[in-house]
C-alpha cells in the first residue's frame, strides 16, 4: 500500500501552513501537547516528552502509510500552533477522519478551523476520497464547534467508538462530502 505523500514544503492558506514534523519540532511539540485539553481530549500519551514524540513520530513514518501527521505553523513565522492530520484512511471505502489539537495559547483565533479547511481541501484534491469525517468525542464543544464552521455536518453520536488511554469514549460524528467543501475568506 502507498504511503500518503504530502507536499515537502507544505501547504498554507496565508495564515497557517500545514507541514511535515522536523526533528527540531519534538521538543516544542511534546511540551504543547502536555495541555490539560489535549491530554484530555486525545491520545497524547500523559507522561508525553521529546523521546516520546521521537517514537510516535517515527511509527507513523515506520507504518503502512495510512495516517498523515502534520504540524500546524504560523505561515509568516514558522511558530508551532498546534497539529493536525490523517488519523483513519480506508482506501477501499474512500474514506479517511482527520484530528487536530492546538497549543493553548492558539485556541480562539479560528486556527483550527483554517487547517482543518486547509487539510480537507487538500485530501479532496489529493487522494481517492469521498468523505472526510471528524470524530469529536461527546462534550467536546469547542471540536464539534471546528467541524461545523469548517461544513462538517453532524450526523450522531457513535457510543464507544474511540479507545483513549484504556477508556470507550463516545464520539460526535461529523462529516463532510465531496463537493460540499467550501473555500475559506
Known sequence: MAAIEF??????????????????????LAAASLDPDVL????????????AMREWI?????????????VVADAAGGGLLGAV????????????????????????RG????AVTLLSGWIFASLP???IG?????????????AERCGFRFE???RSWLLIKGTSRDVAMYSLLRGEATQRD
Open 156 to 158: 450522531g453520536i457513535l
Open 40 to 51: 484530555r481530549w486525545t491520545r497524547v500519551p500523559d507522561d508525553n516528552d521529546a523521546d
Open 7 to 28: 507536499p515537502i514544503g507544505g501547504i498554507d492558506d496565508g495564515v497557517v501552513r500545514l507541514r511535515l514534523h522536523a526533528e527540531s519540532d519534538l521538543e516544542e
Open 111 to 114: 486556527v483550527a478551523a483554517r
Open 58 to 70: 517515527g511509527g507513523w513514518r515506520s507504518g503502512p502509510g495510512e495516517e498523515l501527521h502534520l
Open 85 to 108: 492530520g490523517i488519523v483513519r484512511f480506508d482506501r477501499d471505502e474512500r474514506r479517511c477522519e482527520i484530528g487536530y489539537w492546538l497549543a493553548a495559547g492558539t485556541r480562539g
Open 134 to 146: 471528524i470524530a469529536a468525542e461527546r462534550g467536546n464543544d469547542a471540536s464539534g464547534a471546528v
Open 129 to 131: 476520497v469521498d468523505r
